[in-house]
Each structure stands twice: as C-alpha cells, then as structure tokens.
C-alpha cells in the first residue's frame, strides 16, 4: 500500500506531535505515524515550560489546556542536607504563565492530537512503526512502515524525524551523532503521597546522594540519580539497601519504601547528551531529541523540542505549500535552531560535572554549602536560572 502526503512525520512524542499539529495547522497535508497504540508510557518527561505554555497561547489553546491535570510550579527548591534553598524563581519571566506546569505526557499528547485532527489534512496512524526511508534521485521521498495490516509506503516531500534519542531513522539517514558524555543515569519509580507531604517540587542532595521529586497528585514520581553504569551493582546489594538509600535521602518517604516490591518497579533512564553533526537530507529533516539528546537536568528537552517544532513549521509549512522546499530551507532551520541546543547542553554538562558528578564521587562539592549565605545576599539570583530553565536561550512564537 502506498499513499503520498506533503509532510510525514515519524514518532509522535513532543516534538512530533507539536510538528503535526503545526503543519497541519498551516494547511498542509501532513501524516504523524506513531508506533505505539496509545500514549500511556510512565515516566516520560512532563515539564511544560513558560516558553511553551506561551505557545500553547499563540495558539489559542491554552485555557482549554490548562484544564487538563497538571501541578503549577512557581519556583523549584533545593534541599541540601537539611538546609531548603530556592535554585529557581520563574514568577519575574516576561511570558503570560510564570509557573511550570508538570503535566503527565500523555495528557499533554492526547491534547495535541485532539487539536490537530482539528484539521481535515492531519492524519495520525497509531501502530505504525517507520522501519526505512524511501530514496530516489538521492533525496528522501518518504517512510516505509510496518502496521498491523503488512507494509506501507508513505511518500512525501518533507520527512521530520521525530523518534528519539535512540532514532532508527536518523542512522538510515547516515546522520552522524557526536557522543557529549553523562556521568549519571536515572533510576525512576513512584511512592504514594499522602496529604501531610511537602507539596513543593524538591530536589535532594544528601550524603553523596541525588533525588528528585514530582507531585504527581496521588503519588510521587521520584528520580533517583545514579553514577553511570552502576545499576547492576545497586541490584546486586539488594533491593533492601536500595530502600534505605531511599529513606535516608528523603527521610518522609521512609514509610512507604515498602511500595517497591521488586526491582521491576525501579525503571533505567540511560542519560545520554548528543548532537548531530547535521540535522537534515534533502527532503529530511530531524527535531527534538532524534537531533540533539537532552539530559533531564532542569527537565528542558520538551522545550527544546517543542521550539524546534516550532521554527520548523514557521519555516517550511510556506515552502512545502509554494512546492519550492529546498536543502537550503532544511538547512535554515539547523542553523537557527542548533545554538540554542548547543548551549542548553554546554550549560547542562558544566552542571553535570561541577555539581552533580562531584556529588556522586565525592559526597558534595565544596562550595554548594556557601549558597544559602550567597542567596540570603543576593535574593534576585534565582530568576536567572528561572529564565535559563523557563524560556531557554531562543524561545520561538507560532507565525505559521
């Protein structure tokens, strides 16, 4: 079977689906194929930033959004040892929501799918894997899927790949991936919240120790940072010790370490901070995490990729209407979008490396006990992570 549309965009995360949504928006004919059945996958990345509540603004989507479950931030703390400091302060951003908003990512998908099949030209094939690119005359000229009913060619004359920091596509592409380093990864799980919790977004640093916390409502979805590679040996000391690692860290979740039964409730996030080398072929080009792999440090990866989805649209949508979309367009969008990554994740490793691989190799570094005496003398320091964090180094705006 084959059909053919103007823009087909492969993996319907974030960055995708915005893309979809965007192209179709700006009356283009655009397929959005998503291998999975639904969006229900726990412990996926569910910070949705100022910058794209901004978006969602420009769209005229956002009170109907912010309907849907979510948790307001204002302001992220620190708590280190038994000191609670605030890192970041997003109620000064020039943006109409000064808050984050922790939204499972499912809600946040399903939302803007429901928006695009708004649009008689969007169509969303659920269960439909891209397994290859489609070449002729040297430019890629659409996906070959597999589904439920055998294979399916869909030809196009833009293909966005959208599919992840493990991208299947981007390696049939040839697209060289620059490896940046990580010295940690991230162990997930989720413990019940009970009414007497802190109901403030924290992070912990304790003992040579690194968690985060998410309200999640009824429960807590807690990231547990780990050195590099070292899951094997945390399960070969037993899930008993890896329970009390967890109460000694964040001592009010000591009476409900029991909820992790087996080590199948304990979920592996292999932190991985990369970028391509070039982000496109002729009629190809790659978005979000599938271009430039995020850590989860300050949770920007969505923004990144949202942005990215963004400019996208802004800058192709008219050309592949005209028929005049070139390399060179594909290229434009590299280049205005690729400083802002660079820098998200130049900032990410300095972070990486001076604060948290210290922490996991020494205990804690030596000057993270000198900031509560720096904030008590200078209080307006948090706003600058808060707009580091909150819009990024190059928000964009829907023109499309």
């Given at each position: 079977m084959s059909d053919a549309a103007r823009c087909c965009v492969v993996g319907g995360g974030p960055a995708g689906m915005m893309a979809a949504l965007l192209f179709a928006r700006a009356g283009t004919p655009t397929v959005l194929l998503e291998k999975h059945p639904d969006f229900l996958r726990d412990f996926r990345g569910d910070t949705i930033h100022p910058s794209t509540l901004d978006v969602m603004d420009e769209l005229g989507v956002l009170d109907a959004f912010l309907q849907r479950p979510h948790q307001k931030v204002t302001s992220l703390a620190g708590n280190l040892g038994d000191t609670v400091i605030t890192v970041a302060d997003f109620t000064h951003l020039p943006t109409r929501c000064k808050f984050l908003a922790f939204m499972p990512q499912w809600e946040f998908l399903n939302f803007l799918a429901e928006e695009a099949k708004r649009y008689p030209c969007f169509d969303l094939r659920m269960q439909t894997r891209a397994a290859d690119l489609i070449w002729e005359n040297g430019r890629v000229a659409g996906v070959r899927a597999q589904t439920r009913d055998g294979i399916e060619e869909v030809r196009a004359d833009l293909t966005i790949v959208a599919d992840g920091r493990e991208s299947l596509l981007r390696e049939r592409a040839g697209l060289e991936?620059?490896?940046?380093?990580?010295?940690?990864?991230?162990?997930?799980?989720?413990?019940?919240?009970?009414?007497?919790?802190?109901?403030?977004?924290?992070?912990?640093?304790?003992?040579?120790?690194?968690?985060?916390?998410?309200?999640?409502?009824?429960?807590?979805?807690?990231?547990?940072?780990?050195?590099?590679?070292?899951l094997a040996q945390l399960r070969e000391r037993g899930l008993e010790e890896f329970r009390g690692q967890v109460s000694a860290i964040v001592p009010f979740l000591a009476d409900r370490v029991e909820e992790l039964r087996t080590w199948d409730d304990v979920k592996l996030l292999t932190v991985r901070v990369n970028r391509l080398r070039r982000w496109y072929r002729p009629g190809l080009l790659c978005i979000g995490d599938a271009a430039h792999a995020m850590s989860p440090i300050g949770g920007v990866g969505i923004n990144l990729a949202i942005q990215d989805a963004v400019a996208a649209a802004n800058m192709l949508a008219p050309k592949l209407r005209s028929g005049m979309l070139s390399e060179r367009d594909l290229r434009e969008v590299q280049r205005r979008r690729e400083p802002a990554a660079r820098r998200t994740q130049a900032l990410q490793l300095f972070i990486q490396h001076t604060i948290i691989g210290r922490v996991l190799a020494q205990g804690r570094p030596p000057f993270l006990h000198r900031l509560p005496m720096l904030l008590r003398a200078m209080p307006f320091l948090p706003r600058i992570p808060g707009r580091l964090v909150g819009l990024g180094f190059r928000p964009e705006h829907v023109t499309s």
């Amino acid at each position: 079977m084959s059909d053919a549309a103007r823009c087909c965009v492969v993996g319907g995360g974030p960055a995708g689906m915005m893309a979809a949504l965007l192209f179709a928006r700006a009356g283009t004919p655009t397929v959005l194929l998503e291998k999975h059945p639904d969006f229900l996958r726990d412990f996926r990345g569910d910070t949705i930033h100022p910058s794209t509540l901004d978006v969602m603004d420009e769209l005229g989507v956002l009170d109907a959004f912010l309907q849907r479950p979510h948790q307001k931030v204002t302001s992220l703390a620190g708590n280190l040892g038994d000191t609670v400091i605030t890192v970041a302060d997003f109620t000064h951003l020039p943006t109409r929501c000064k808050f984050l908003a922790f939204m499972p990512q499912w809600e946040f998908l399903n939302f803007l799918a429901e928006e695009a099949k708004r649009y008689p030209c969007f169509d969303l094939r659920m269960q439909t894997r891209a397994a290859d690119l489609i070449w002729e005359n040297g430019r890629v000229a659409g996906v070959r899927a597999q589904t439920r009913d055998g294979i399916e060619e869909v030809r196009a004359d833009l293909t966005i790949v959208a599919d992840g920091r493990e991208s299947l596509l981007r390696e049939r592409a040839g697209l060289e991936v620059v490896e940046l380093g990580a010295p940690m990864d991230v162990l997930w799980l989720r413990l019940s919240k009970r009414s007497d919790d802190p109901h403030e977004t924290f992070g912990y640093i304790r003992n040579g120790r690194i968690m985060a916390l998410i309200d999640r409502g009824s429960y807590w979805q807690c990231a547990y940072v780990i050195p590099k590679g070292t899951l094997a040996q945390l399960r070969e000391r037993g899930l008993e010790e890896f329970r009390g690692q967890v109460s000694a860290i964040v001592p009010f979740l000591a009476d409900r370490v029991e909820e992790l039964r087996t080590w199948d409730d304990v979920k592996l996030l292999t932190v991985r901070v990369n970028r391509l080398r070039r982000w496109y072929r002729p009629g190809l080009l790659c978005i979000g995490d599938a271009a430039h792999a995020m850590s989860p440090i300050g949770g920007v990866g969505i923004n990144l990729a949202i942005q990215d989805a963004v400019a996208a649209a802004n800058m192709l949508a008219p050309k592949l209407r005209s028929g005049m979309l070139s390399e060179r367009d594909l290229r434009e969008v590299q280049r205005r979008r690729e400083p802002a990554a660079r820098r998200t994740q130049a900032l990410q490793l300095f972070i990486q490396h001076t604060i948290i691989g210290r922490v996991l190799a020494q205990g804690r570094p030596p000057f993270l006990h000198r900031l509560p005496m720096l904030l008590r003398a200078m209080p307006f320091l948090p706003r600058i992570p808060g707009r580091l964090v909150g819009l990024g180094f190059r928000p964009e705006h829907v023109t499309s």
